[in-house]
């Protein structure tokens, strides 16, 4: 889950990470008030879970109250990639001598954290790390013995700091990644941390992602995901969501469900070799229920981008007697308002391929052979 | 042969009496797995499929001379019992289990490590040998004893691939699921080493997908280390777009890092044939070995 960056502004001056003086303000006029309070000049941004919203005008600075008034109401009018401005952050903007980087994330092939650090900060991190690798610093984390002290002194150290400033920044890399541990974090970034022209270090920006499989740990944000259904999820990811699905909502307009992610993967592969686009992914999972199959197809059906429905179904766990219930079922319930095409093959095999026959509904045995023919339905209507 | 699990396995199920450690233990045994006791806390002195119930790890080892353990237990509860295995000397750990926190993966793996522990999983459908032992929950009539070794980062795509192979005359020395979270316990090159020194794998097919660099290091030890087996793969998930994580937690293009073009390309400069898709495996195989 991605945490918006007045909620990780937030953690982190709880561990005593420096974050520029501001308050969120979801009016001009709130906006107005909370730079009364302020020092000018102000920066005004905009609350996104996207990245780039500067490139497109939400970070914006301003020097008086009526300007940042203005700004905010600006702001808070905008869309950025699709996503609605609901909240804007009000902060004293902070004179940057330098701008750095810091984060941690996790690192696939040593299977541990892994600290990250560059003099090159505010850009975007990947970037720097393909066109002048030189300028970022590593730092494998063991995880029996964690991120200690002298770790943290040695990249502030190679990031050229001496002294009480090199002391100062090794100390706030520290408190990071207390946070990241105990919030469960998948990726954990300042980008940038200023120094600033007083030779203080500020976190201007923040970036927390918290691994979702340790969501149970952090009851705190129950009420984050209801209300990001409200906001943004579409009506499709809603009801895939309450269903207990995996969707992923595509721009094509051929709708698809498999069992397994891996063998979904391969179908929109396949959908795209023969010329189609697929409309979503949606992975049923494992030992899928009739009940199941009739809430995924409801999904499909439904979806006005969907010109036809294709069902590709390996059972395993999975099986096709249960699936062809659940086909049957989902016609009586929503009936076949547009075309389907299904495969279906595995565990009772033949039970499910008789119950399907016997209602008249063709099945095919080849994943390829089902794929063109989506395809071929699709282009033609 | 084969590797990783084989006829000296002696397996405990640790969750036995839930609702899938229950079901499948059935299924292993019906496949000939020597499943010789299993794991409950609480649950000691029950019999699930005349299968001895204990409530530590421990104690199921020293009564039954267990060597490997295949893990049914929810997420939350999954770490320590895969730290308990570990500590009670199993050496062949398998992790059903899905949605185990990152965070208690790492620690896991570490100690494993340290242990010299080897870790299939999390979120795998588990190990087979065909012929000899199935440690995992895999439709077993699909695989058959062979010649070819696969190692997978998908369920269904393997099962898919696995019986496209078997309908072909191609039998499987060994199938596994590395499994489909960012962290897991084997590597591909992992899956080579095993496979490179084991007498029945004539080939091995990797079955790999979007998201990390496994599969461009595999390329890269296949081209550095001249690899002597004949090599395939498939990579799933080229129509991903990025940042969208696919099913899997593992599954996920950021920005341009684990896209299935670079590992396509890896795979073909080291000279490994890519499958445009999974019904070409057995026929680039066939014939050749």
């Given at each position: 889950?991605?945490?918006?960056?007045?909620?990780?502004?937030?953690?982190?001056?709880?561990?005593?990470?420096?974050?520029?003086?501001?308050?969120?303000?979801?009016?001009?006029?709130?906006?107005?008030?909370?730079?009364?309070?302020?020092?000018?000049?102000?920066?005004?941004?905009?609350?996104?879970?996207?990245?780039?919203?500067?490139?497109?005008?939400?970070?914006?600075?301003?020097?008086?109250?009526?300007?940042?008034?203005?700004?905010?109401?600006?702001?808070?009018?905008?869309?950025?990639?699709?996503?609605?401005?609901?909240?804007?952050?009000?902060?004293?903007?902070?004179?940057?001598?330098?701008?750095?980087?810091?984060?941690?994330?996790?690192?696939?092939?040593?299977?541990?954290?892994?600290?990250?650090?560059?003099?090159?900060?505010?850009?975007?991190?990947?970037?720097?790390?393909?066109?002048?690798?030189?300028?970022?610093?590593?730092?494998?984390?063991?995880?029996?013995?964690?991120?200690?002290?002298?770790?943290?002194?040695?990249?502030?150290?190679?990031?050229?700091?001496?002294?009480?400033?090199?002391?100062?920044?090794?100390?706030?890399?520290?408190?990071?990644?207390?946070?990241?541990?105990?919030?469960?974090?998948?990726?954990?970034?300042?980008?940038p941390i200023v120094e600033t022209v007083d030779g203080?270090?500020?976190?201007?920006?923040?970036?927390?992602?918290?691994?979702?499989?340790?969501?149970?740990?952090?009851?705190?944000?129950?009420?984050?995901?209801?209300?990001?259904?409200?906001?943004?999820?579409?009506?499709?990811?809603?009801?895939?969501?309450?269903?207990?699905?995996?969707?992923?909502?595509?721009?094509?307009?051929?709708?698809?469900?498999?069992?397994?992610?891996?063998?979904?993967?391969?179908?929109?592969?396949?959908?795209?070799?023969?010329?189609?686009?697929?409309?979503?992914?949606?992975?049923?999972?494992?030992?899928?229920?009739?009940?199941?199959?009739?809430?995924?197809?409801?999904?499909?059906?439904?979806?006005?981008?969907?010109?036809?429905?294709?069902?590709?179904?390996?059972?395993?766990?999975?099986?096709?007697?249960?699936?062809?219930?659940?086909?049957?079922?989902?016609?009586?319930?929503?009936?076949?308002?547009?075309?389907?095409?299904?495969?279906?093959?595995?565990?009772?095999?033949?039970?499910?391929?008789?119950?399907?026959?016997?209602?008249?509904?063709?099945?095919?045995?080849?994943?390829?052979?089902?794929?063109?023919?989506?395809?071929?339905?699709?282009?033609?209507? | 042969?084969?590797?990783?699990?084989?006829?000296?396995?002696?397996?405990?199920?640790?969750?036995?009496?839930?609702?899938q450690g229950n079901f499948h233990t059935r299924l292993?045994?019906?496949?000939?797995?020597?499943?010789?006791?299993?794991?409950?806390?609480?649950?000691?002195?029950?019999?699930?499929?005349?299968?001895?119930?204990?409530?530590?790890?421990?104690?199921?080892?020293?009564?039954?001379?267990?060597?490997?353990?295949?893990?049914?237990?929810?997420?939350?509860?999954?770490?320590?019992?895969?730290?308990?295995?570990?500590?009670?000397?199993?050496?062949?750990?398998?992790?059903?289990?899905?949605?185990?926190?990152?965070?208690?993966?790492?620690?896991?793996?570490?100690?494993?490590?340290?242990?010299?522990?080897?870790?299939?999983?999390?979120?795998?459908?588990?190990?087979?040998?065909?012929?000899?032992?199935?440690?995992?929950?895999?439709?077993?009539?699909?695989?058959?004893?062979?010649?070819?070794?696969?190692?997978?980062?998908?369920?269904?795509?393997?099962?898919?691939?696995?019986?496209?192979?078997?309908?072909?005359?191609?039998?499987?020395?060994?199938?596994?699921?590395?499994?489909?979270?960012?962290?897991?316990?084997?590597?591909?090159?992992?899956?080579?080493?095993?496979?490179?020194?084991?007498?029945?794998?004539?080939?091995?097919?990797?079955?790999?997908?979007?998201?990390?660099?496994?599969?461009?290091?595999?390329?890269?030890?296949?081209?550095?280390?001249?690899?002597?087996?004949?090599?395939?793969?498939?990579?799933?998930?080229?129509?991903?777009?990025?940042?969208?994580?696919?099913?899997?937690?593992?599954?996920?293009?950021?920005?341009?890092?684990?896209?299935?073009?670079?590992?396509?390309?890896?795979?073909?400069?080291?000279?490994?044939?890519?499958?445009?898709?999974?019904?070409?495996?057995?026929?680039?195989?066939?014939?050749?070995?």
């Amino acid at each position: 889950m991605k945490l918006f960056e007045h909620e990780a502004k937030t953690i982190l001056a709880k561990y005593a990470i420096p974050v520029p003086h501001g308050a969120l303000a979801t009016s001009s006029n709130q906006a107005r008030k909370i730079a009364l309070r302020l020092k000018a000049p102000y920066a005004v941004k905009a609350q996104v879970l996207v990245a780039g919203r500067g490139k497109v005008g939400g970070i914006q600075f301003t020097n008086t109250f009526e300007e940042t008034e203005n700004t905010a109401k600006k702001i808070l009018s905008m869309e950025i990639k699709g996503l609605k401005v609901n909240n804007v952050l009000i902060e004293e903007k902070i004179k940057a001598k330098k701008e750095l980087y810091f984060g941690i994330t996790t690192d696939r092939s040593c299977r541990c954290y892994v600290a990250i650090a560059s003099t090159a900060g505010g850009v975007d991190i990947e970037e720097v790390a393909s066109k002048t690798p030189e300028k970022i610093i590593k730092t494998f984390i063991d995880p029996t013995l964690g991120f200690r002290g002298y770790h943290a002194r040695e990249m502030a150290s190679k990031m050229g700091y001496l002294g009480k400033p090199m002391l100062g920044l090794a100390a706030i890399f520290e408190k990071l990644y207390k946070v990241a541990m105990e919030y469960d974090a998948e990726l954990i970034e300042m980008n940038p941390i200023v120094e600033t022209v007083d030779g203080e270090f500020v976190a201007t920006d923040a970036r927390i992602i918290i691994d979702d499989n340790a969501l149970y740990r952090h009851p705190q944000y129950n009420e984050r995901l209801i209300s990001e259904e409200k906001t943004e999820l579409t009506l499709q990811e809603i009801r895939a969501r309450k269903a207990g699905l995996v969707y992923v909502e595509l721009d094509g307009n051929v709708g698809i469900m498999g069992n397994g992610a891996g063998l979904m993967m391969a179908t929109l592969d396949a959908v795209q070799l023969y010329g189609g686009k697929p409309a979503n992914f949606l992975d049923v999972g494992g030992g899928a229920s009739e009940k199941q199959i009739v809430a995924a197809l409801d999904i499909l059906l439904t979806d006005q981008k969907a010109s036809v429905v294709f069902i590709n179904i390996l059972g395993g766990i999975t099986r096709c007697d249960d699936v062809a219930r659940g086909i049957l079922a989902a016609r009586t319930k929503i009936g076949f308002i547009k075309p389907i095409v299904i495969r279906l093959v595995g565990t009772n095999e033949e039970e499910g391929h008789r119950i399907l026959t016997e209602a008249g509904i063709h099945v095919l045995n080849s994943m390829e052979e089902a794929a063109k023919k989506a395809v071929e339905i699709s282009r033609s209507g | 042969m084969g590797v990783i699990v084989g006829k000296d396995t002696r397996a405990v199920v640790q969750g036995i009496t839930g609702t899938q450690g229950n079901f499948h233990t059935r299924l292993m045994l019906d496949y000939g797995t020597k499943i010789v006791a299993g794991v409950t806390p609480g649950k000691k002195g029950t019999e699930i499929h005349g299968v001895q119930v204990y409530d530590t790890v421990k104690e199921a080892v020293q009564r039954h001379d267990a060597n490997a353990s295949i893990i049914f237990v929810p997420a939350p509860f999954a770490a320590e019992a895969a730290l308990e295995a570990i500590e009670a000397d199993i050496k062949t750990v398998v992790l059903i289990t899905e949605h185990i926190p990152i965070r208690d993966s790492i620690q896991i793996m570490t100690q494993a490590r340290q242990e010299g522990v080897t870790i299939i999983g999390p979120n795998t459908p588990g190990v087979i040998t065909p012929g000899e032992c199935k440690l995992g929950i895999m439709p077993a009539h699909i695989f058959k004893h062979g010649v070819v070794g696969i190692a997978s980062r998908s369920g269904t795509l393997t099962y898919e691939i696995a019986a496209e192979l078997t309908k072909c005359g191609l039998g499987q020395s060994t199938c596994f699921g590395l499994g489909g979270d960012p962290i897991v316990g084997l590597s591909f090159v992992d899956a080579l080493e095993m496979f490179g020194k084991d007498k029945q794998t004539k080939a091995v097919v990797l079955i790999g997908e979007i998201g990390g660099s496994a599969e461009e290091q595999a390329a890269e030890y296949i081209a550095t280390m001249e690899y002597s087996k004949l090599v395939m793969a498939f990579v799933a998930g080229r129509t991903a777009p990025p940042g969208k994580r696919m099913g899997h937690a593992g599954a996920i293009v950021m920005g341009k890092a684990g896209t299935a073009e670079s590992k396509i390309e890896a795979f073909k400069a080291a000279g490994v044939g890519v499958a445009e898709k999974p019904s070409d495996i057995g026929e680039l195989l066939a014939g050749r070995v």
